[in-house]
Protein backbone atom coordinates (compact mmCIF):
# COMPACT_ATOMS: atom_id res chain seq x y z
CA UNK A 1 0.00 0.00 0.00
CA UNK A 2 1.08 3.56 -0.75
CA UNK A 3 -0.33 5.81 2.01
CA UNK A 4 -0.72 9.89 1.17
CA UNK A 5 0.43 12.21 4.24
CA UNK A 6 -0.57 15.60 2.51
CA UNK A 7 -0.32 17.18 -0.79
CA UNK A 8 0.97 20.84 -1.13
CA UNK A 9 0.75 23.23 -3.97
CA UNK A 10 2.22 26.43 -5.85
CA UNK A 11 1.53 28.53 -8.40
CA UNK A 12 2.68 32.04 -9.66
CA UNK A 13 1.47 35.49 -9.45
CA UNK A 14 1.41 36.66 -12.77
CA UNK A 15 -1.86 36.42 -14.65
CA UNK A 16 -2.26 35.26 -17.91
CA UNK A 17 -6.18 36.08 -18.71
CA UNK A 18 -8.05 35.76 -21.90
CA UNK A 19 -8.07 39.92 -22.18
CA UNK A 20 -4.10 39.50 -21.81
CA UNK A 21 -4.23 37.62 -24.84
CA UNK A 22 -7.02 38.98 -26.74
CA UNK A 23 -4.88 42.47 -26.19
CA UNK A 24 -1.41 40.47 -27.94
CA UNK A 25 -3.75 40.87 -30.92
CA UNK A 26 -2.84 37.09 -32.40
CA UNK A 27 -5.99 36.69 -33.33
CA UNK A 28 -7.97 35.38 -30.64
CA UNK A 29 -10.57 35.99 -28.06
CA UNK A 30 -12.12 35.53 -25.09
CA UNK A 31 -15.54 33.72 -26.74
CA UNK A 32 -12.85 31.72 -29.09
CA UNK A 33 -11.24 30.69 -26.14
CA UNK A 34 -14.47 29.25 -23.74
CA UNK A 35 -15.69 27.80 -26.84
CA UNK A 36 -12.51 25.28 -27.31
CA UNK A 37 -11.11 24.97 -24.20
CA UNK A 38 -12.79 26.64 -21.37
CA UNK A 39 -10.01 28.67 -19.77
CA UNK A 40 -9.87 31.39 -18.38
CA UNK A 41 -6.49 32.56 -16.33
CA UNK A 42 -2.96 31.16 -16.55
CA UNK A 43 -0.31 31.54 -14.25
CA UNK A 44 3.15 31.95 -15.46
CA UNK A 45 6.62 32.46 -13.96
CA UNK A 46 7.64 34.99 -16.87
CA UNK A 47 7.11 39.17 -16.22
CA UNK A 48 3.52 39.65 -18.46
CA UNK A 49 5.53 42.90 -20.17
CA UNK A 50 7.99 40.21 -21.07
CA UNK A 51 5.29 38.56 -23.38
CA UNK A 52 4.23 41.41 -24.45
CA UNK A 53 7.32 42.43 -25.78
CA UNK A 54 8.93 39.45 -27.29
CA UNK A 55 5.91 36.90 -28.12
CA UNK A 56 8.95 34.69 -26.22
CA UNK A 57 10.67 34.31 -29.76
CA UNK A 58 13.66 33.12 -27.62
CA UNK A 59 12.55 29.95 -25.18
CA UNK A 60 16.15 30.18 -24.18
CA UNK A 61 16.08 33.70 -22.90
CA UNK A 62 12.44 32.78 -20.96
CA UNK A 63 14.66 30.88 -18.80
CA UNK A 64 16.65 34.30 -17.83
CA UNK A 65 13.11 35.96 -17.67
CA UNK A 66 11.13 33.89 -15.44
CA UNK A 67 10.60 34.85 -11.48
CA UNK A 68 10.72 31.07 -10.48
CA UNK A 69 12.72 28.21 -11.28
CA UNK A 70 10.96 24.74 -11.22
CA UNK A 71 13.15 24.06 -7.49
CA UNK A 72 11.43 26.84 -5.91
CA UNK A 73 8.26 26.49 -6.60
CA UNK A 74 8.72 23.17 -6.15
CA UNK A 75 10.33 23.55 -2.57
CA UNK A 76 6.93 26.01 -1.72
CA UNK A 77 4.52 23.27 -2.67
CA UNK A 78 6.34 20.44 -0.55
CA UNK A 79 6.49 23.19 2.57
CA UNK A 80 2.73 23.31 2.49
CA UNK A 81 2.76 19.60 2.26
CA UNK A 82 5.19 19.24 5.10
CA UNK A 83 3.22 21.51 7.50
CA UNK A 84 -0.10 19.44 6.45
CA UNK A 85 1.46 16.42 7.52
CA UNK A 86 3.10 18.20 10.26
CA UNK A 87 6.54 16.50 9.22
CA UNK A 88 10.02 18.55 9.11
CA UNK A 89 12.51 18.49 5.90
CA UNK A 90 14.58 16.24 7.56
CA UNK A 91 11.70 13.77 8.09
CA UNK A 92 11.77 13.33 4.03
CA UNK A 93 14.12 10.37 3.05
CA UNK A 94 13.78 10.74 -0.57
CA UNK A 95 12.92 12.82 -3.40
CA UNK A 96 11.10 11.74 -6.91
CA UNK A 97 10.58 14.70 -9.28
CA UNK A 98 9.25 15.08 -12.72
CA UNK A 99 8.70 18.25 -15.32
CA UNK A 100 7.48 18.23 -18.93
CA UNK A 101 9.65 21.34 -18.66
CA UNK A 102 12.90 20.49 -16.64
CA UNK A 103 15.16 24.16 -15.96
CA UNK A 104 18.04 21.03 -16.59
CA UNK A 105 19.13 18.23 -18.81
CA UNK A 106 21.20 17.11 -15.78
CA UNK A 107 21.51 16.63 -13.08
CA UNK A 108 17.80 15.43 -11.28
CA UNK A 109 15.60 18.26 -10.80
CA UNK A 110 14.89 16.52 -7.70
CA UNK A 111 18.36 17.45 -6.39
CA UNK A 112 17.64 20.74 -7.14
CA UNK A 113 14.27 21.07 -4.93
CA UNK A 114 16.15 18.82 -2.47
CA UNK A 115 19.10 21.39 -2.17
CA UNK A 116 16.44 24.44 -1.78
CA UNK A 117 14.72 22.33 0.93
CA UNK A 118 18.48 21.73 2.73
CA UNK A 119 18.26 18.38 2.95
CA UNK A 120 20.70 15.49 2.05
CA UNK A 121 18.45 12.36 0.68
CA UNK A 122 18.61 9.94 -2.47
CA UNK A 123 17.29 12.04 -5.77
CA UNK A 124 15.61 10.94 -8.52
CA UNK A 125 13.57 11.66 -11.57
CA UNK A 126 10.65 9.65 -12.42
CA UNK A 127 9.55 11.53 -15.99
CA UNK A 128 6.28 10.73 -18.35
CA UNK A 129 5.34 14.21 -19.16
CA UNK A 130 1.63 15.10 -18.21
CA UNK A 131 1.36 11.70 -16.21
CA UNK A 132 4.40 11.48 -14.47
CA UNK A 133 2.32 11.83 -11.06
CA UNK A 134 0.53 9.27 -12.03
CA UNK A 135 3.14 6.69 -12.99
CA UNK A 136 5.39 7.70 -9.85
CA UNK A 137 2.18 6.89 -7.57
CA UNK A 138 2.50 3.41 -9.92
CA UNK A 139 5.93 2.56 -9.66
CA UNK A 140 6.16 3.75 -5.52
CA UNK A 141 3.20 1.79 -4.46
CA UNK A 142 4.84 -1.27 -6.27
CA UNK A 143 8.15 -1.08 -4.18
CA UNK A 144 8.71 -2.97 -1.34
CA UNK A 145 7.80 -1.24 2.40
CA UNK A 146 11.48 -1.99 3.07
CA UNK A 147 13.28 -0.52 0.12
CA UNK A 148 11.97 3.31 0.63
CA UNK A 149 12.47 5.29 3.33
CA UNK A 150 9.69 6.23 5.91
CA UNK A 151 8.63 9.20 4.23
CA UNK A 152 9.10 10.02 0.41
CA UNK A 153 8.64 13.70 -1.05
CA UNK A 154 6.95 13.43 -4.85
CA UNK A 155 6.97 17.09 -6.62
CA UNK A 156 6.20 17.75 -10.29
CA UNK A 157 6.90 21.32 -11.32
CA UNK A 158 6.07 22.68 -14.72
CA UNK A 159 7.23 26.00 -16.45
CA UNK A 160 5.23 25.56 -19.38
CA UNK A 161 4.81 29.00 -20.86
CA UNK A 162 8.54 29.38 -21.32
CA UNK A 163 8.14 26.73 -24.23
CA UNK A 164 5.24 28.91 -25.66
CA UNK A 165 5.19 31.07 -29.11
CA UNK A 166 2.83 33.81 -28.02
CA UNK A 167 2.37 34.33 -31.99
CA UNK A 168 0.41 31.12 -31.82
CA UNK A 169 -3.10 31.11 -29.91
CA UNK A 170 -3.66 27.43 -30.68
CA UNK A 171 -0.89 26.98 -28.13
CA UNK A 172 -0.75 30.40 -26.33
CA UNK A 173 -4.39 29.74 -24.62
CA UNK A 174 -3.79 26.57 -23.04
CA UNK A 175 -0.82 26.75 -20.44
CA UNK A 176 0.13 27.67 -17.35
CA UNK A 177 3.15 27.30 -14.24
CA UNK A 178 3.10 26.10 -11.32
CA UNK A 179 3.98 23.14 -8.68
CA UNK A 180 2.80 20.18 -6.91
CA UNK A 181 3.91 18.05 -4.25
CA UNK A 182 2.72 14.81 -2.55
CA UNK A 183 4.25 13.31 1.06
CA UNK A 184 3.90 9.13 0.46
CA UNK A 185 4.88 6.01 2.71
CA UNK A 186 4.80 2.69 2.48
CA UNK A 187 5.15 2.41 6.10
CA UNK A 188 3.57 4.64 7.98
CA UNK A 189 -0.41 4.83 7.75
CA UNK A 190 -2.92 7.39 6.78
CA UNK A 191 -5.97 7.91 6.11
CA UNK A 192 -5.59 8.35 2.71
CA UNK A 193 -4.63 5.34 0.68
CA UNK A 194 -3.69 4.96 -2.85
CA UNK A 195 -5.24 1.80 -4.39
CA UNK A 196 -5.85 0.26 -8.26
CA UNK A 197 -2.84 1.66 -9.19
CA UNK A 198 -1.94 1.81 -13.09
CA UNK A 199 0.30 3.00 -15.71
CA UNK A 200 1.14 2.32 -19.65
CA UNK A 201 1.86 4.05 -22.85
CA UNK A 202 1.44 3.59 -26.34
CA UNK A 203 5.15 4.13 -27.78
CA UNK A 204 4.03 4.73 -31.66
CA UNK A 205 2.04 7.79 -30.69
CA UNK A 206 5.21 9.51 -28.94
CA UNK A 207 5.57 12.31 -31.96
CA UNK A 208 1.91 13.23 -31.60
CA UNK A 209 2.67 16.03 -28.56
CA UNK A 210 5.77 16.98 -27.32
CA UNK A 211 8.57 19.86 -26.79
CA UNK A 212 11.15 19.65 -29.00
CA UNK A 213 14.61 20.64 -29.75
CA UNK A 214 13.71 24.29 -30.50
CA UNK A 215 11.79 24.20 -27.08
CA UNK A 216 8.35 24.58 -28.55
CA UNK A 217 5.05 22.72 -27.27
CA UNK A 218 3.65 21.07 -30.44
CA UNK A 219 0.74 18.56 -31.04
CA UNK A 220 -1.56 17.12 -33.22
CA UNK A 221 -4.70 18.84 -31.45
CA UNK A 222 -7.54 16.31 -32.83
CA UNK A 223 -5.70 13.19 -32.29
CA UNK A 224 -4.72 14.10 -28.85
CA UNK A 225 -7.77 15.41 -27.73
CA UNK A 226 -9.65 12.52 -29.07
CA UNK A 227 -6.87 9.64 -26.89
CA UNK A 228 -7.60 11.86 -24.24
CA UNK A 229 -10.84 11.05 -24.29
CA UNK A 230 -11.12 8.05 -25.11
CA UNK A 231 -8.33 6.55 -22.51
CA UNK A 232 -9.90 9.23 -19.30
CA UNK A 233 -13.21 7.35 -19.85
CA UNK A 234 -12.11 3.71 -20.21
CA UNK A 235 -9.84 4.75 -16.71
CA UNK A 236 -12.39 6.23 -15.00
CA UNK A 237 -15.11 3.26 -16.19
CA UNK A 238 -12.44 0.72 -14.57
CA UNK A 239 -12.07 2.40 -11.56
CA UNK A 240 -16.07 3.37 -11.23
CA UNK A 241 -16.29 -1.21 -11.43
CA UNK A 242 -13.62 -1.60 -8.94
CA UNK A 243 -15.73 0.27 -5.81
CA UNK A 244 -19.04 -0.81 -7.19
CA UNK A 245 -21.53 -1.14 -4.59
CA UNK A 246 -19.12 0.67 -1.91
CA UNK A 247 -20.54 3.80 0.06
CA UNK A 248 -19.14 7.45 -0.23
CA UNK A 249 -18.70 10.09 -3.02
CA UNK A 250 -16.88 9.16 -6.53
CA UNK A 251 -15.17 11.71 -6.88
CA UNK A 252 -12.76 12.34 -10.46
CA UNK A 253 -9.84 14.63 -10.90
CA UNK A 254 -8.56 14.64 -14.65
CA UNK A 255 -5.64 15.55 -16.26
CA UNK A 256 -6.30 19.25 -16.41
CA UNK A 257 -5.45 20.68 -20.85
CA UNK A 258 -9.30 21.15 -21.12
CA UNK A 259 -12.36 21.96 -19.63
CA UNK A 260 -14.58 20.51 -22.77
CA UNK A 261 -13.03 17.19 -22.08
CA UNK A 262 -13.21 16.96 -19.04
CA UNK A 263 -16.65 17.46 -18.91
CA UNK A 264 -16.96 15.18 -21.62
CA UNK A 265 -15.89 12.27 -19.89
CA UNK A 266 -17.51 13.39 -16.94
CA UNK A 267 -21.07 13.54 -19.06
CA UNK A 268 -20.25 10.06 -20.25
CA UNK A 269 -19.55 8.20 -16.99
CA UNK A 270 -22.54 9.71 -15.11
CA UNK A 271 -20.46 11.86 -12.65
CA UNK A 272 -22.37 15.24 -11.53
CA UNK A 273 -21.21 18.58 -11.12
CA UNK A 274 -20.21 18.64 -7.61
CA UNK A 275 -18.23 15.64 -8.09
CA UNK A 276 -15.67 16.32 -10.56
CA UNK A 277 -12.93 18.87 -9.39
CA UNK A 278 -10.95 20.52 -11.78
CA UNK A 279 -8.78 24.00 -11.93
CA UNK A 280 -7.88 23.97 -15.73
CA UNK A 281 -10.52 27.19 -15.86
CA UNK A 282 -8.18 29.23 -13.87
CA UNK A 283 -4.66 27.95 -14.28
CA UNK A 284 -4.91 26.59 -17.74
CA UNK A 285 -2.89 23.14 -18.55
CA UNK A 286 0.24 22.88 -16.23
CA UNK A 287 1.00 19.53 -17.37
CA UNK A 288 2.59 17.11 -14.59
CA UNK A 289 1.18 18.97 -11.78
CA UNK A 290 -2.33 19.88 -12.83
CA UNK A 291 -3.86 16.62 -11.85
CA UNK A 292 -2.10 16.49 -8.12
CA UNK A 293 -2.74 20.39 -7.90
CA UNK A 294 -6.46 19.59 -8.03
CA UNK A 295 -6.33 17.55 -5.29
CA UNK A 296 -4.18 19.75 -3.26
CA UNK A 297 -6.36 22.74 -3.31
CA UNK A 298 -9.34 20.33 -2.27
CA UNK A 299 -7.24 19.05 0.53
CA UNK A 300 -9.08 20.06 3.20
CA UNK A 301 -12.43 19.35 1.88
CA UNK A 302 -11.39 14.74 1.61
CA UNK A 303 -13.41 13.01 3.84
CA UNK A 304 -13.85 9.76 5.05
CA UNK A 305 -15.38 6.98 3.11
CA UNK A 306 -14.23 9.20 -0.43
CA UNK A 307 -13.32 7.37 -3.72
CA UNK A 308 -11.15 10.13 -5.70
CA UNK A 309 -10.59 8.78 -9.41
CA UNK A 310 -7.64 10.01 -10.65
CA UNK A 311 -7.32 9.38 -14.65
CA UNK A 312 -4.14 11.17 -16.37
CA UNK A 313 -3.32 10.82 -19.95
CA UNK A 314 0.42 12.64 -21.17
CA UNK A 315 2.61 12.28 -24.08
CA UNK A 316 4.54 9.74 -24.81
CA UNK A 317 1.64 8.73 -25.76
CA UNK A 318 1.08 7.58 -21.74
CA UNK A 319 -1.62 7.24 -19.72
CA UNK A 320 -2.11 6.35 -15.51
CA UNK A 321 -4.96 6.04 -13.16
CA UNK A 322 -5.16 5.53 -9.22
CA UNK A 323 -8.07 5.15 -6.98
CA UNK A 324 -7.31 7.59 -3.26
CA UNK A 325 -9.60 5.71 -0.74
CA UNK A 326 -10.21 7.99 2.38
CA UNK A 327 -11.18 6.10 5.50
CA UNK A 328 -10.66 6.49 9.70
CA UNK A 329 -6.84 5.17 10.40
CA UNK A 330 -7.16 1.73 11.64
Known amino acids: MLYLHAMGHFNPENII ?29 LPLDYITQTRNQNPKEAFEARRYTNAQMAANAATMAMQRASLKPEDIGMVV ?10 PAESSAVAAELGIEVPC ?12 QINFLSAMKPETLPDYVLVVDSETLTKCVDYNDRSTAVLFGDG ?15 FENCHFASK ?6 VGIGYNWYFQQDGNAVQGFAIRQTTE ?9 SGEAGRFIFI ?6 LMLKAVSERRGITPENHWYNVDQFGNTGCCSAPTVLSRHWEEIRNGDYIAMAIVGAGLSWAHMMLKVEEVK
Not at 20 to 35: A, H, K, Q, R, V
Not at 235 to 240: C, E, I
Not at 254 to 259: C, R
Open 235 to 243: SVKGLQNGC
Open 124 to 135: LDMNSACSSFGM
Open 254 to 259: GHQANL
Open 203 to 208: PSGWNK
Open 17 to 45: SNKFLEDLDIGTSNDWIMERVGIENRRTV
Open 97 to 106: AGSSSPDNVA
Open 179 to 193: SAAAIVSTKNPSRAV
